[in-house]
């Protein structure tokens, strides 16, 4: 059976006077797809998230989510989608089950299902024994993980998240990936991230649009969008005997997905497609498991 699309944007532009922020943008989100905007600061990210979740009005164009017009029914939308902005939003002067439970009466929720529901959410977050302490002693990764089970605290359909790890360390980005990933696979969640982290963009999203200048300049999944650029990985091979270089050098280069071959004392340096894919298997303990590589069989042929 054909997924829907949670998202559907056609021919969407953004003016600011005469900055264009988003021009004539289109694509669309299969419900349940994890879906990646990539791209440097400026490039317009936030000014379309923000014209997806009813913050912004396109200056043309059309804006579906959640099978609603965002100019036209923008308090339903709203009702159907979690937002987690760039910055952090919760309430310093509250504590993290007090934040949790403003925002689910602000949908209506009833007490009940309140109770229910934050401390489901906290437990997930990692953020159960901190929950009744004031969100002043929370740190920058503890502060996002409560947001994004905020966003969560009324159940939407789809959620946006926009830099939602900027500013954090290698290790709390890490942990708040994993939760991600936790909340899509439980409740089928679709998302949409902008970020200008490759990696994040890489380990998360099913697709990703590349966008600059306020256009998309390319559309597909992490591993064909890197499959486009030749030689995009490195392969440092150490050699036991030096004498034998000129000959690696050359068998190595007749390999079809090798680009390019360089030497630097006893380190040979191969630009390949795919590195992942060509690199020799190891198996458990240590031993191969039959899955050599082409780039270890030419090696191999001249040592």
């Given at each position: 059976m054909q997924k829907t699309n949670a998202i559907e944007v056609s021919n969407l532009t953004k003016k600011f006077g005469e900055i264009t922020a988003v021009n004539d943008v289109s694509f669309t989100?299969?419900?349940?797809?994890f879906f990646g905007f990539l791209g440097p600061n400026g490039a317009g990210k936030t000014t379309l998230i923000r014209i997806l979740t009813t913050l912004l009005k396109p200056s043309s164009g059309k804006a579906v989510v959640a099978g609603l017009d965002v100019t036209k029914?923008?308090?339903?939308?709203?009702?159907?989608?979690?937002?987690?902005p760039q910055a952090?939003?919760?309430?310093l002067d509250l504590t993290g089950y007090e934040n949790m439970d403003i925002y689910g009466r602000f949908y209506n929720i009833p007490q009940k299902e309140r109770k229910q529901?934050?401390?489901?959410?906290?437990?997930?977050v990692g953020l159960a024994?901190?929950?009744?302490d004031l969100v002043a002693t929370y740190s920058g990764g503890m502060r996002r993980r409560l947001e994004i089970a905020r966003a969560l605290v009324h159940?939407?359909?789809?959620?946006?998240?926009?830099?939602?790890?900027i500013g954090l360390d290698p290790q709390s980005r890490r942990v708040i990936w994993d939760f991600i990933e936790k909340f899509r696979k439980k409740d089928s969640l679709t998302i949409l991230l902008s970020t200008h982290y490759m990696e994040e963009a890489e380990s998360l999203c099913d697709r990703v649009a590349i966008i600059d200048a306020g256009k998309i300049i390319a559309l597909d999944s992490p591993d064909n969008l890197k499959a486009r650029i030749?030689?995009?990985?490195?392969?440092f091979l150490s050699l036991a005997d030096t004498s034998k270089a000129d000959a690696a050098q050359a068998a190595i280069a007749k390999i079809p997905f090798v680009h390019k071959v360089q030497m630097h004392e006893d380190i040979l340096r191969v630009y390949v497609d795919n590195g992942a894919q060509n690199l020799p298997v190891p198996a458990r303990g240590g031993q191969r498991d039959g899955r050599d590589s082409q780039l270890r069989k030419h090696t191999s042929a001249v040592a």
């Amino acid at each position: 059976m054909q997924k829907t699309n949670a998202i559907e944007v056609s021919n969407l532009t953004k003016k600011f006077g005469e900055i264009t922020a988003v021009n004539d943008v289109s694509f669309t989100v299969s419900s349940g797809e994890f879906f990646g905007f990539l791209g440097p600061n400026g490039a317009g990210k936030t000014t379309l998230i923000r014209i997806l979740t009813t913050l912004l009005k396109p200056s043309s164009g059309k804006a579906v989510v959640a099978g609603l017009d965002v100019t036209k029914a923008p308090d339903n939308v709203r009702q159907r989608i979690g937002v987690v902005p760039q910055a952090l939003t919760s309430d310093l002067d509250l504590t993290g089950y007090e934040n949790m439970d403003i925002y689910g009466r602000f949908y209506n929720i009833p007490q009940k299902e309140r109770k229910q529901q934050i401390p489901y959410l906290l437990e997930i977050v990692g953020l159960a024994n901190r929950s009744h302490d004031l969100v002043a002693t929370y740190s920058g990764g503890m502060r996002r993980r409560l947001e994004i089970a905020r966003a969560l605290v009324h159940t939407p359909e789809i959620l946006f998240l926009d830099e939602p790890t900027i500013g954090l360390d290698p290790q709390s980005r890490r942990v708040i990936w994993d939760f991600i990933e936790k909340f899509r696979k439980k409740d089928s969640l679709t998302i949409l991230l902008s970020t200008h982290y490759m990696e994040e963009a890489e380990s998360l999203c099913d697709r990703v649009a590349i966008i600059d200048a306020g256009k998309i300049i390319a559309l597909d999944s992490p591993d064909n969008l890197k499959a486009r650029i030749p030689g995009n990985d490195i392969i440092f091979l150490s050699l036991a005997d030096t004498s034998k270089a000129d000959a690696a050098q050359a068998a190595i280069a007749k390999i079809p997905f090798v680009h390019k071959v360089q030497m630097h004392e006893d380190i040979l340096r191969v630009y390949v497609d795919n590195g992942a894919q060509n690199l020799p298997v190891p198996a458990r303990g240590g031993q191969r498991d039959g899955r050599d590589s082409q780039l270890r069989k030419h090696t191999s042929a001249v040592a």
